[in-house]
């Protein structure tokens, strides 16, 4: 009788077990990929999923954009710069059959594809890209992520590049081009405006060889400045035509 009452004491915990193993319960976000005898059987979800014991196997997918750092890349540009680059890449499962079954571990696909196409793409251009146009870059790794891992039923929906690290010998060299860069623009900017004043002054060589009345009047204005002056020399400039008069 003892033996009796153990044996279907055991069975009903068995049974409970086995019927609370039964019933999965997947949220708003979630989706369950459910295998019957090792072959896909199908998506379920969300809210209340019967499974049956032994027969059946789910995989939890979680239909969430997920964020995940790209860890700090050494890559050579174009122009032969050494830099460190790191970023960080938004994406999401759109389809948690293909996600279960085309790859082992999409999370660890996507960040090594991740890792190994921000090389690539950067690598393909030079330093002053890197620093000036990273909205152009963002959307050339986002664009080959995407395609890459469309297969795997994953989209990455953008890629963001953080940070950009330079060596100290290489932020030194670049202070100093700013510099050089700085000062050629300053001379530039001089001798543009020395030409101008030559010009300028040219044209007012040529009136005042033309105009008998605009030499005398400068003339004039000469000598008001002068008269204006606190020296107590006062220089008066006398025409070398009139001079002629008196020797003539």
Request: charged content about 25%; proline content about 2%; overall charge negative.
């Amino acid at each position: 009788m003892f033996e009796m009452q153990t044996f279907f004491g055991i069975l009903l915990v068995l049974v409970v077990v086995l019927l609370a193993s039964m019933f999965r319960i997947l949220r708003e976000y979630e989706r369950g990929v459910v295998f019957m005898l090792g072959r896909f059987y199908k998506v379920k979800g969300p809210g209340l999923v019967i499974i049956i014991p032994v027969l059946q196997q789910m995989v939890r997918v979680d239909l969430r954009t997920l964020v995940m750092d790209v860890p700090t890349q050494d890559v050579i540009s174009r122009d032969n710069v050494s830099v460190q680059v790191n970023a960080v890449i938004y994406f999401r499962v759109m389809d948690p059959e293909r996600a279960i079954i085309q790859v082992e571990n999409y999370l660890e696909a996507t960040s090594q594809l991740s890792q190994t196409t921000l090389r690539s793409v950067l690598g393909q251009h030079e330093l002053d890209d890197m620093l000036a146009e990273r909205d152009r870059l963002n959307a050339d790794v986002q664009t080959i992520l995407d395609k890459q891992t469309e297969a795997w039923g994953v989209k990455v929906a953008n890629v963001e590049i953080k940070h950009v690290d330079l060596n100290e010998s290489m932020i030194r060299a670049i202070a100093k081009q700013a510099e050089a860069e700085r000062e050629r623009r300053a001379k530039v900017i001089h001798a543009m405006g020395e030409a101008e004043a030559a010009e300028k002054l040219a044209e007012a060589a040529k009136i005042l060889a033309t105009e008998e009345s605009a030499i005398q009047l400068r003339y004039l204005q000469t000598l008001v400045e002068i008269a204006g002056d606190k020296s107590s020399t006062i220089v008066f400039p006398l025409p070398v035509d009139i001079m002629k008069k008196f020797t003539s």
